[in-house]
């Protein structure tokens, strides 16, 4: 099986990249250009569809942030268990403690380079892969 990838960004250049990114790697990914649709699918999906084997989404998002729907996520029975990765422009050791203590897997800066973003499309396939089977 392939895996599946929920993929949160409000930045229409950097979803549609990823999005083709990883689907090229064979990734199949559902994209939300809003933390709030994409909270509103997890909400009504739990026992109706499958889950993501993995969630990545942007930190700077309007209405609800990327911390904010990750404490959600976290605390929800249905999805605490979904690794979650926030990827964003600037990150901060300090930053990236906090959001590993509110149960971020990893967090990322966002590509500058073409073989930066490629690396990181591998480094999201490779997490992908290693959280379809749990």
Request: with cysteine; aromatic share 10%.
């Amino acid at each position: 099986p392939s895996p599946y990838i929920l993929l949160i960004d409000d930045d229409e250049d950097d979803l549609e990249m990823l999005s083709s990114g990883l689907g090229k790697k064979g990734v199949k990914v559902k994209t939300f250009d809003s933390s709030v649709k994409a909270l509103l699918y997890m909400t009504f999906m739990s026992g109706n569809r499958e889950l993501p084997s993995l969630i990545i989404m942007d930190y700077n998002m309007p209405k609800k942030n990327g911390r904010q729907v990750l404490v959600l996520l976290k605390n929800n029975a249905d999805t605490k268990d979904i690794p979650v990765v926030i990827y964003t422009t600037t990150l901060s050791d300090l930053f990236k403690e906090q959001l590993s203590s509110a149960g971020a897997l990893n967090c990322f800066n966002k590509p500058w380079t073409f073989s930066e973003f490629t690396t990181q499309v591998e480094i999201f396939q490779e997490l992908a892969y290693a959280f379809i089977n749990k």
